[in-house]
């Protein structure tokens, strides 16, 4: 239950647009230049509609308008909400709303102490093999981006509110260890 950006599976890119899903890594504002993409799931439109949260490939949250409504009243001023040109679940058009989730923040929560990067001949950093955060970052708030993972971050407040409203997610929440295996938060898997 992984959505794609173009019809052929895995695509992180929409054809034919200026689309880059880097750009919703990144802790900014959606560049308003930027194409909205089109979005691809491969499973039937009843399972894609079951849910309040999926995910799109480079780790971005495709949420309902339940969920949207809810982020607005607790988050507001961390995010955007885009929506997509279009949602399709098998080749069939999804006309309920659903948006993208964009962090406007960015901030820095990696112990490098720790954690272990692939680096470039240049020394900036590729990506984690492993990541270690750090109990509390600066500038957090209720959502934000890791300025050099891109590894989207709530708060234990926020999680706390989206279970005590029965969100339904595909994946649930959760944290990753830094072997980067999923640990549900709360038994929600």
């Known amino acids: 239950m992984l959505g794609s950006y173009d019809a052929e599976s895995g ?28 979005i691809f799931f491969p ?6 509609l079951a849910y309040d949260c999926l995910w799109l490939l480079g780790d971005i ?27 399709a679940a098998n080749g069939e058009a999804v006309g309920d709303d659903n948006y993208i989730v964009n962090a406007a923040q960015a901030i820095s929560a990696i112990d490098h102490s720790k954690s272990v990067a692939e ?13 270690w955060l750090h109990d509390t970052a600066a500038g957090m708030g209720e959502i934000a981006r890791e300025r050099d993972s891109g590894d989207l971050l709530i708060s234990q407040e926020l999680a706390d509110a989206m279970i005590e409203q029965k969100f339904k997610g595909d994946k649930g929440l959760g944290f990753y260890i830094a072997e980067r295996s999923f640990t549900p938060y709360k038994n929600q898997a």
């Open 119 to 131: 680096r470039s001949d240049k020394g900036s950093i590729l990506y984690f093999n492993e990541i």
């Open 43 to 48: 499973c039937p439109k009843k399972k894609l």
């Open 11 to 38: 695509s992180y890119e929409t054809a034919g647009t200026n689309f880059d899903y880097l750009s919703l890594l990144s802790g900014e504002p959606y560049p308003a230049e930027m194409d909205r993409p089109k």
């Open 61 to 87: 949250p495709l949420v309902s308008q339940r969920l949207a409504n809810f982020l607005v009243l607790k988050a507001g001023h961390h995010i955007q909400l885009l929506k997509p040109t279009s949602i």
